[in-house]
């Protein structure tokens, strides 16, 4: 079982639905993303928070497992996100963002974690992402990165930096034909992969993910719920998902891949049935193994 | 092998994308149908066409041994249909539709055609889907059916007794949801199989297409394309796959539906790399072969 080194935010979300409405709750992808990973593997998170962040919340990761000696409390208040959701639940409007003791953030990894064999650089600045692979020691065995929108238009030579030296990137669809600037999907992809990872992941929320590994292409729908509450987190606890089981595996190969954008899929499909993490708080092994099967029947075509 | 009955259109489209524009080619539902089926089973098509219909497209079906004899050429011009897609290929904008002699089509089976044990009623007045039904002669092995929003609106009643009477519904994901009068897909789904059939198949265009067969789901993604030109009777082609491979295997058990559902998808994904037919006229059963092994390699969990 490798560790699963996460660097990136722990917020407090307000969000609304048609189905509800929450006041700073727990959030941040580093959480999403921790608690989802901590299912399969020894997670070591490293972010920031205010003097004003909850306790309870750092126990919920604690209970999991999560190791938080890189989690620093800073002066100020923690970063905080407000945003609402209509019916088409795919988009998030964002209302409101507070940088906070985020604006200040500068990841310094403690010596235990500079070794981490498993890597996955949240969705902050890319010259972020860049200071965090300086300081491993070594090359990770597999790095994973997220982005967004805002630092392909802002930061698009340093984020090319960092994707040169990634292994995985995990880019919604829109974002994924901006980076590449080319509307179609399956090129936009291979132009992705010319940059520098070998493994593209195309989120396209409740339409499933598309992954391009070795120019080979994989893909999983959304699971088909009954009930979606709060899309908050999904893309997060996907990676979560998705790097937990690789690190718990130890491996990176097409087919681990493969089962690995399942366990991603999965977790996401828990995040989205509640709001914040609630729905994965009462999650158990056997909850992941039952809807691991349900979504290999939902595509598996010979029985 | 299983006879194939289709009623529908056979109409002159014309056509602008992003990619180009065509006038007066052949189309209409019951063409699409019939040329993705002849692939893989002996197909009878019902429809009526104007005398203005040039010769070339009537010999274009037959070449491919498509059974005529229940196309009826009628005084007055053809069904034509213009419209329009921009960049977001998903959805049609219909510019003009002119029904023509289409306006007075009043399918009759003549005998060879009342005891094809597979039926396929294309998108027409569900009135003339129930006519169909009440001409054959016993109930047959598999009767399949496509609708569209403009029927739910205006005769839903006797759509949801055509839907009492089938075994397969094809039905686009707002179609279903407006059908359903529930936003959920899986619940909308749901709720229209409690109408009669047995399987439902939700079309999602780009994104793929989910069925629930005996209240269990899968699905197929599109087939990631470098180039898509023209989405126009990509869900005719599809049935015209699905119902095709079934007829040929003379099956309609839960595992047959699923490779239906690929062979439809694998359809679907030749016609849209061109206008009008053009792409499948270039077609031989090696090119689905292969595409049946990448659709399959496309959603392989385990190798």
């Keep these: 079982m490798g560790d ?30 921790s608690y989802a990973a901590s299912f ?27 190791d938080l000696d890189g989690l620093t409390t800073s002066r100020g208040r923690t970063f905080r996100w407000a945003g609402q959701y209509s019916y088409d639940l795919n988009e998030a409007k964002t209302l409101d963002t507070q940088l906070n ?3 200040d953030f500068r990841p310094s990894l403690g010596d ?31 790095v994973a990165l997220d982005t967004m929108n805002f630092w392909i238009q802002g930061k698009q030579e340093a984020l090319r930096r960092v994707l040169a030296e990634s292994d995985v990137v995990t880019i919604n669809d829109a974002e994924a034909r901006q980076l590449a600037s080319e509307p179609n999907l399956v090129r936009a992809a291979r132009a992705i992969a010319a940059i520098g990872p070998r493994t593209v992941v195309v989120k396209r929320g409740e339409y499933g993910a598309l992954m391009m590994t070795d120019g080979a292409f994989f893909f999983v729908p959304a ?19 998705f790097m937990g089981y690789l690190a718990a595996q130890e491996r990176t190969d097409a087919a681990a891949m493969r089962r690995a ?13 509640d709001f914040s993490l ?11 193994a039952d809807r691991y099967a349900a979504f290999h029947d939902l595509i598996r075509l010979e029985q």
Tied chains: 1, 2.
Excluded: C
Aim: glycine share 10%; proline share 6%.
């Design 261 to 273: 954008l399942v366990y991603g899929s999965v977790m996401a499909s828990f995040t989205v049935e």
């Design 278 to 288: 609630k729905r994965l708080t009462r999650l158990g092994p056997a909850d992941i």
């Design 101 to 103: 003791v985020f604006a």
């Design 223 to 241: 699971y088909p719920l009954e009930s979606v509450y709060d899309p908050t987190g999904a893309g997060d606890t996907f990676a979560g998902g």
């Design 40 to 66: 399969f593997t020894q997670v070591r998170l490293v972010a920031t928070v205010g003097e004003d962040f909850p306790e309870a919340h750092l126990r919920l990761l604690q209970d999991r497992g999560v």
């Design 4 to 33: 699963l080194l996460v660097v990136g935010s722990v917020a407090l979300d307000s969000v609304e639905t048609p189905f509800g409405k929450v006041h700073d709750v727990l959030g941040g992808s580093a959480t999403y993303f």
């Design 112 to 142: 235990g974690l500079r070794r981490a064999p498993f890597v996955f650089l949240a969705n902050i600045d890319p010259e972020l992402q860049l200071d965090v692979l300086r300081q491993m020691e070594a090359r990770p065995r597999l």
